[in-house]
């Protein structure tokens, strides 16, 4: 009995983790209203590794660097600020649910092809599916009917945004070997705090101290929920449930961005978007099956 309330009680959580990081992406809109894109990127990162102290303190573990880790941080952390500035200019044309949408579904598939090619990896009839779903996804979610609203819209890079983060996720499945995720998490963003300032020092980085209540609630929530709480969640969560109960969970961030975008934003939930979205999830699905 208390085994199975332990199991929900980190399902809960999962829930919880999801939403945070759906909500994330209705944020960013917000605070791309107000400043300059190196601005908010430069107070995202150092929110975020301010956030991650108390959580270090929690876990107790030793911080311990080798010359293979310092390699996965670096490269993470120049992915991590390249998928920011291309977020941010998506999301600053675009609308936050489908800009959401499109990468958090087009992430995995990006992420099993770029797999499948860097280690040569055999693909089944299930995968082949999957990929096949995927580019009618792809179809039709980046409205590829019609070339000129492709290359006129926020759609690039939203999936520029997608392969970044391909990159980004088979970087921090190896760096497990060498480092605990929630040092990697930190440095990436303790190294991108320092990159990003080294970029913006020159501008008016303390304009973010005349905004209003509406802009820093939208900037804690996306440094402090979105990432710090929402990331340690889904790695503790993930420790508990395993890795395959986990990832099924992934499918709800894109529905909770748009529900978010959609009540915060007011911003229309679109045909195209839903289906492309429903028929991604789809491949996503077909391509993470596990043999029975």
Sequence with gaps: MRAHLSENYFTYLMLLAMLLWGGGWTALKI????????????????????????????????LVLTKESVKYVAGSSILNIAFMVS???GIKYGLAGA?????TTFSPIMTFILVAVLFRKHLQLKQYIGLFLGLVGG??????????????????YFLLCATIWAGVTVLSQHSQKHIHPIHYSFL??????????????????????????????????????GQTVATTIFFVASGKLGSQKTSSFMFLVPVFALGSAWLILNEPLQLH??????VSMLAVYFINKKDN
């Design 273 to 278: 978007i839903l289906v492309g979205g429903g």
């Design 31 to 62: 605070l791309t209203y107000e400043l300059p894109m190196d601005v908010i990127i430069f107070w995202r990162f150092f929110f975020m590794s301010l956030s991650f102290l108390p959580i270090l303190y929690f876990f107790k573990k030793p």
């Design 99 to 103: 800009g959401s949408v499109i990468i």
């Design 139 to 156: 179809y039709i979610l980046l409205e590829l009917n019609n070339p000129s609203l492709f290359f006129n819209s926020s759609n690039i």
């Design 188 to 225: 990436i963003s303790v190294v991108a705090t320092l990159a990003t300032f080294f970029y913006a020092y020159d501008t008016d980085l303390m304009a973010v101290f005349s905004q209003g209540i509406a802009f820093w609630i939208a900037m804690i929530y996306l440094a402090v929920l």
């Design 87 to 89: 977020s941010f200019m």
